[in-house]
């Protein structure tokens, strides 16, 4: 029996997309290159020692392998998607307050796609990175439909949880996915705020992203607070499927600290302040909180690693990669605006690397699963 399409799923394409980003963002914020966003034609391959040579190879190479894995994905995701609307568990899973925060999957891996296409594909290609600013127009008019699609789609499950009842103590960390996709938004709004030249859409998208941002940050607020109190009121650890779901802080955090940092780069050209102490305070803060949850996320999440994640498969198992991947990319900013350490310097390719691992090892799970060849766990 074929298993019902579940919004969850992209979260692969995420991850993917996610990926691809990280090399462009290390690329970006730790080689020496002219002022604006880093091109192939600027690293000078052949003029670089070896160790260098062979790792950014590597990162160029991760970047084309998971943009195309990205695209596939979100191509054949987005299909079945149009297939799943209208049907009686698209109707049934929207009405649910405790699980319909799945239903903004989708935005966050296509908003995801606007991010691959302004870093990594137009790192690689000379046609896109010399001609950005005439696509500040045409990105602003395609986030600006995502922004009305994602905005009332938002507001329409917050009516949702206000108009039905539902046991408090039943929600689970899955339910960070709302304010996460209107981060993604943000993100990308305040990504077009900073590069474009043009006052006009410069000023629109920073307004907009204001309004996106500050929703996703209250509700991230919100939700944290409901979440732990509903945790400590609860007995155990909730149902395994939901494991994942408890490093989701992690990308909500990073997304939220690097609009702040995009903002502050719009500020500086249309308004002429002068921020260098803020960028510093916040990538900083965001990544050093960071650090400490993800070591608690980790200690949380020891003993299922040892005793289900290689005997068990669920879709939500997927949400493991956004958050390697958006510690590494916030540690690529904080490298550039606090300090160039070694450490920190190799910290960052570690877990770009750690990151690709648990994507393919997911990947292998789910095929098998697909094909129904698998010793494991299938859910």
């Not at 997309?17 to 080689?31: A, E, M, R």
């Not at 695209?71 to 209208?86: A, H, M, R, S, V």
Request: aromatic share 16%; glycine share 6%; proline share 4%.
């Amino acid at each position: 029996m074929t298993k019902p399409f579940s919004p969850l799923l992209f979260l692969a394409s995420l991850g993917a997309g996610g990926i691809s980003v990280i090399p462009f963002s290390f690329l970006n914020y730790t080689f020496p290159h002219p002022k604006g966003l880093i091109q192939i034609a600027q690293i000078g391959h052949g003029t670089l020692p070896l160790m260098q040579e062979i790792l950014f190879r590597f990162m160029e190479l991760t970047m084309i392998v998971f943009v195309i894995i990205h695209i596939l994905l979100t191509i054949k995701y987005i299909i079945q998607l149009i297939k799943w609307f209208g049907s009686k568990e698209h109707k049934k899973l929207r009405d649910n307050p405790l699980h319909n925060s799945s239903i903004v999957t989708p935005f966050i891996s296509i908003i995801m796609t606007m991010n691959v296409f302004i870093g990594p594909v137009r790192f690689f290609i000379p046609q896109l990175g010399d001609n950005l600013q005439s696509f500040m127009f045409p990105a602003l008019i395609i986030w600006s439909i995502l922004w009305i699609l994602l905005m009332n789609t938002e507001i329409a499950l917050l009516k949702t949880s206000f108009e039905k009842d539902f046991d408090i103590n039943k929600i689970h960390f899955g339910w960070l996915l709302n304010p996460f996709a209107l981060a993604m938004l943000t993100v990308t709004g305040t990504g077009i705020a900073a590069l474009s030249n043009n006052p006009g859409i410069a000023h629109i998208s920073a307004f907009m992203s204001m309004i996106s941002g500050s929703m996703g940050f209250f509700l991230l607020t919100v939700k944290l607070v409901a979440l732990f109190k509903s945790h400590f009121a609860s007995s155990g650890m909730p149902e395994k499927q939901f494991y994942p779901s408890f490093l989701i802080v992690i990308p909500n955090i990073t997304l939220y600290a690097i609009s702040a940092f995009r903002i502050g780069h719009y500020l500086e050209k249309f308004h002429s302040m002068e921020m260098g102490a803020y960028f510093l305070i916040v990538t900083t803060l965001a990544f050093a909180f960071e650090t400490w949850y993800l070591l608690f996320g980790v200690s949380l999440l020891k003993d299922y690693f040892k005793q289900h994640f290689r005997k068990e498969f669920y879709i939500s198992q997927w949400g493991l990669v956004c958050p390697i991947v958006a510690y590494a990319v916030l540690g690529t900013f904080v490298y550039a605006t606090f300090v160039q350490n070694v450490i920190l310097y190799w910290t960052i390719i570690a877990t770009t690397i750690i990151a690709i691992v648990i994507f393919f090892t997911l990947l292998y799970k789910q095929c098998k699963c697909k094909k129904g060849t698998s010793k494991i766990h299938c859910y």
